[in-house]
């Protein structure tokens, strides 16, 4: 059968969506995934060159909806202070593509939508995808959009592992990146974090093996898995700044097990309201593609090998201090890697109380070096 790509307007979120009809997409795992679709945004104008493309590579549990109001819970893009006109990642002068990765839950193929075979959600019958999965999805989307070569792929976090697997896979395909709160490898420590997340929603009464209905899904273990992640994603200073041992609507304490402290109905209240908007076998799904991520004797090889594919790309680096999840000493594995192949790579630590969430936040250092990197590359593509 005929091979297509339809690029076309979504009609459940105002977003783009391009399907891949006839396409199996080869997974690591030896699986493939057919006719399937990348949900996707885009904001700017791509320039006659098409030279000022800037792919953003989501974390676990963010979306396409970088810079605009989330279609499911009304707030603004989860970098909305990052992203748009004259901001650090300025839409007046760069084109920004955002996709939700595969396996995700905000339109692209996943666990959640429709398996064609059956009309059924895949669920657990989806097959498991990996980091270098959800980049080979997204190296098609590139290409359908007719850009031979991204100014820019910027990525935090699980996005900073994309980052990575473009360098890797698509070198030639890329001018700069700028890895933000990464490492090599998921960490044992952070394994063992998801795996206690991945048990609160299996051990869930409704999640039912992966079969829940949308009226009757595992609620409460991915309350629990989302409140668990979250704590890894602060600092124990900025959790001591924000509640301290405060207590929560009382003078006394209750003897009971309501959320007597302030950071108790916080941890719940973040629990409560990721629910509203993230799909629990889909956190199945990604936690284990981050668990899997390890390039540790990959990218060496590659930076030695592949010198004149990589050559030309800048490498930026940037952690955080107060980082625990992946912390400053992890990064600086990668700038070991990189500077030893004589690679053309630039490396911030950002000062910070604010845990490994401060690339979400408003940390104005962070901000400048963000804008003062890209501006100074972009200068030299052009020439100026």
Not at 110 to 131: C, H, M
């Amino acid at each position: 059968m005929e091979k297509k790509i339809e690029l076309k307007k979504d009609i459940i979120y105002p977003c783009d969506v391009v399907k891949f009809v006839n396409f199996k997409l080869k997974l690591e795992s030896g699986n493939s995934i057919n006719n399937f679709q990348i949900k996707y945004k885009t904001y700017g104008k791509l320039n006659s060159e098409k030279s000022n493309a800037i792919l953003i590579c989501h974390a676990l549990t963010a979306d396409q909806f970088v810079g605009d109001p989330n279609p499911v819970t009304k707030k603004p893009g989860w970098w909305n202070h990052m992203v748009g006109p004259y901001k650090p990642i300025d839409t007046e002068k760069y084109f920004v593509i955002c996709s939700n990765v595969i396996g995700g839950c905000m339109g692209s193929t996943g666990p959640k939508e429709i398996n064609e075979e059956n009309n059924l959600p895949y669920a657990l019958n989806f097959p498991t995808v990996t980091i270098k999965d959800m980049v080979a999805a997204q190296k098609m989307l590139v290409d359908a959009l007719g850009i031979k070569k991204l100014f820019s792929v910027i990525g935090a976090s699980m996005g900073a592992m994309q980052v990575l697997q473009w360098v890797i896979d698509y070198p030639k395909s890329v001018n700069s990146v700028i890895h933000i709160a990464g490492a090599l490898k998921h960490s044992t420590q952070n394994i063992a974090f998801h795996e206690v997340g991945r048990q609160a929603i299996m051990s869930d009464p409704n999640w039912n093996k992966g079969n829940y209905l949308e009226d009757q899904k595992p609620e409460r273990g991915l309350a629990v898995a989302r409140m668990i992640a979250h704590i890894t994603y602060l600092s124990e200073k900025a959790l001591y700044r924000k509640f301290g041992r405060k207590l929560q609507s009382r003078d006394i304490i209750s003897f009971g097990f309501d959320a007597d402290f302030q950071v108790e109905s916080y941890l719940r209240y973040q629990g409560k309201t990721f629910v509203d908007r993230f799909d629990a076998n889909s956190y199945l799904y990604m936690t284990r593609a981050m668990d899997y991520f390890d390039v540790t004797n990959i990218l060496p090889k590659v930076m030695k090998f592949n010198s004149e594919d990589n050559n030309h790309i800048h490498y930026f680096i940037i952690s955080f201090t107060s980082d625990w999840l992946f912390p400053t000493n992890e990064n600086k594995e990668i700038i070991k890697i990189l500077n030893k192949a004589g690679k053309k790579v630039s490396f911030t630590e950002i000062v910070t109380d604010k845990g490994h969430d401060s690339f979400l936040l408003d940390e104005p250092e962070f901000i400048d070096v963000v804008a003062g990197f890209l501006e100074s590359n972009f200068k030299i593509i052009k020439g100026s």
